[in-house]
T-cell receptor
Framework: KNEVEQSPQNLTAQEGEFITINCSYSVGISALHWLQQHPGGGIVSLFMLSSGKKKHGRLIATINIQEKHSSLHITASHPRDSAVYICAAILTDKLIFGTGTRLQVFP | NAGVTQTPKFQVLKTGQSMTLQCAQD?????MYWYRQDPGMGLRLIYYSASEGTTDKGEVPNGYNVSRLNKREFSLRLESAAPSQTSVYFCASSSQAGTEAFFGQGTRLTVV
């Protein structure tokens, strides 16, 4: 069993829909990253959060450390949001990744 | 991705050949990592280095060796490449406690 689980693995949406991607983990962590990977592209960190909620444009990330759960929300989704979204749990000295959620947003 | 330089971007090897993937970061990060990414498997940790002079095995270390040459550089070596090592490899670095994380652009390796 992976220490970091993401759901769903694949997600399709129509432009404008509200998107939620979930991440749960079984280990004690200090914080968590949400990452974005575009096709053929590199990986960038969208958020790093250790508690509560963070918002950047149409992206919102929440985390509940006690419940070992985090969510990434995309409001008013757009085709350019199509990418793989990965959560990465921060342990003492390393990052552990979920398997990723492939999102496709159609116009 | 600012700060992490990974080379080469593409490589084709024959079974049994060796090669070294290079990674350097200029953000003064203590921790550096090598991951491989395979379809449906996500990013899996090969080796990591929590500080200069130390290296530790990750989830899938077999067939690989690493060197933390100095604080900036962390290389990954395949001594005898196998087709199962066909993958996309990413180098990453992170700050103390992982509050910052940056990734290289990836190396697409094919072993035939």
């Amino acid at each position: 069993k992976n220490e970091v689980e993401q759901s769903p693995q694949n997600l399709t949406a129509q432009e404008g829909e509200f998107i939620t991607i979930n991440c749960s983990y079984s280990v004690g962590i200090s914080a968590l990253h949400w990452l974005q990977q575009h096709p053929g592209g590199g990986i960038v960190s969208l958020f790093m959060l250790s508690s509560g909620k963070k918002k950047h444009g149409r992206l919102i990330a929440t985390i509940n450390i006690q419940e070992k759960h985090s969510s990434l929300h995309i409001t008013a989704s757009h085709p350019r949001d199509s990418a793989v979204y990965i959560c990465a749990a921060i342990l003492t000295d390393k990052l552990i990744f979920g398997t990723g959620t492939r999102l496709q947003v159609f116009p | 991705n600012a700060g992490v330089t990974q080379t080469p971007k593409f490589q084709v090897l024959k079974t049994g050949q060796s090669m070294t993937l290079q990674c350097a970061q200029d953000m003064n990060h203590n921790s550096m990592y090598w991951y491989r990414q395979d379809p449906g498997m996500g990013l899996r940790l090969i080796y990591y280095s929590a500080s200069e002079g130390t290296t530790d095995k990750g989830e899938v270390p077999n067939g690989y060796n690493v060197s933390r040459l100095n604080k900036r550089e962390f290389s990954l070596r395949l001594e005898s490449a196998a087709p199962s090592q066909t993958s996309v490899y990413f180098c990453a670095s992170s700050s103390q406690a992982g509050t910052e994380a940056f990734f290289g652009q990836g190396t697409r390796l094919t072993v035939v």
